[in-house]
């Protein structure tokens, strides 16, 4: 099956790039998918599809395909989905005041939300982790945003500990804002495959604010873990 899907994947964007392209290159490609179709499913790779918009090389290294340069994806929690921790007032759910038939998670300074995520199996160990909230606030602001986590792979305790405070500026109200917190920096000691990460987020001061989700955007160069269970 996985095999079938690269022999979409590889005709899509080879049919998508709209160049033209040297004859021998044209028989090399036909002559790759004809021999992948007939039975002989081997890589020999690399094999590269290249296009107008982007361009991906895979190797086929004994053990599935992997890119060998890396792209990013994202973790996401909504801020529906954070609990009121005990001690602040937490958020409150209501409607949006740019759209009173939605609703959004409102968040006044010193309130909280805690969740948790978990690493996917496509992460690209040692590479650096980029959290950030989308928000909005009631008006033209500055809100001060306070990030804490903590994280660790399985067979582990989440030990590791995170901090970050951070200063956003609305420019008009109820504007979508996306607010980047600091790196994470990427190590395989500590962050890999299905490591965990215990998430609190609050704004520490400012206007009234509207979370509506919190990510951290991950660098991905496989298509998934060799191993069903990652770490061992």
Do not use: C
Not at 168 to 187: D, E, I, R
């Amino acid at each position: 099956m996985r095999f079938v899907a690269l022999i979409l994947y590889l005709s899509l964007a080879y049919l998508a790039s709209g160049q033209s392209r040297p004859l021998s290159e044209d028989r090399r490609v036909v002559h790759e998918l004809e021999r992948m179709m007939s039975g002989d499913q081997g890589i020999p790779g690399p094999i590269e599809v290249s296009g107008a918009v982007s361009a991906e090389s895979f190797v086929g290294d004994g053990s599935g395909i992997t890119y060998t340069n890396t792209f990013w994806d994202d973790l996401t929690l909504s801020g529906f989905s954070l609990i009121d921790p005990a001690g602040p007032a937490g958020a409150t759910l209501t409607p949006y005041p740019a759209n009173t038939n939605v609703y959004v998670m409102l968040f006044k300074a010193g309130d909280a939300g805690v969740g948790q995520l978990q690493m996917s199996h496509t992460y690209a160990r040692g590479t650096e982790l980029r959290p950030h909230v989308h928000y909005s606030a009631a008006h033209s602001s500055t809100n001060v945003w306070r990030l804490d986590m903590a994280y660790g792979p399985i067979l582990n305790k989440l030990t590791n500990h995170y901090q970050s405070v951070v200063t956003g500026t609305v420019a008009s109200a109820y504007n979508h804002q996306m607010l980047s917190f600091a790196p994470l920096a990427g190590n395989t000691n500590t962050i890999g495959e299905s490591t965990a990460f215990l998430i609190k987020v609050s704004p520490v001061s400012g206007s009234n604010t509207y979370l509506l989700d919190f990510d951290i955007h991950y660098q991905i160069d496989k298509l998934g873990s060799n191993n069903e269970n990652p770490y061992e």
